[in-house]
Nanobody, 122 residues
C-alpha cells in the first residue's frame, strides 16, 4: 500500500484547509485510516481516524469540533478537513493505514505516507 498526501500549504489563523491522502491497491475499503501530525521538536501525535466503512470516526481532543475526517472508498482517498485553524496546528500531516477495518487506540498502523506540510500563520 502506498499513501500519498497532498493539499498542505500556508493558511492564516482562522482559515480552513483540506488535506487528502490517495492510497494504492484494492484493499482500501478494508482498512481503517488515520491522520497524524508532527510539529517541529515534538513527537508525532494522533489527529483523527476513520473505520474502513467510514461509519465511525475518532478525534483527538485538539481537533474535535474543528477537524473532520472522511473517506471516499471509490476513489481510494481519505480527507482531513480542518477549520478554524490555529498556529498550534502547524505541523507535517501524515496519513496512515491499518491492517484491518476497525479502530482502537492500540491498533498498529502498517503503512505511512511521506507527509504534507501545513503552516498556519498568526
Amino acid at each position: 500500500v502506498q499513501l500519498v498526501e497532498s493539499g498542505g500549504g500556508l493558511v492564516q489563523a482562522g482559515g480552513s484547509l483540506r488535506v487528502s491522502c490517495a492510497a494504492s491497491g484494492r484493499t482500501f475499503s478494508s482498512r481503517a485510516m488515520a491522520w497524524f501530525r508532527q510539529a517541529p521538536g515534538k513527537e508525532r501525535e494522533f489527529v483523527a481516524a476513520i473505520t474502513g466503512s467510514g461509519i465511525s470516526t475518532f478525534y483527538a481532543e485538539s481537533g474535535k469540533g474543528r477537524f473532520t475526517i472522511s473517506r471516499d472508498n471509490g476513489k481510494n482517498t481519505v480527507y482531513l478537513q480542518m477549520n478554524s485553524l490555529k498556529s498550534e496546528d502547524t505541523a507535517v500531516y501524515y496519513c496512515a493505514a491499518a491492517r484491518g477495518s476497525g479502530y482502537s487506540p492500540a491498533i498498529t498502523w502498517d503503512y505511512w505516507g511521506q507527509g504534507t506540510q501545513v503552516t498556519v500563520s498568526s
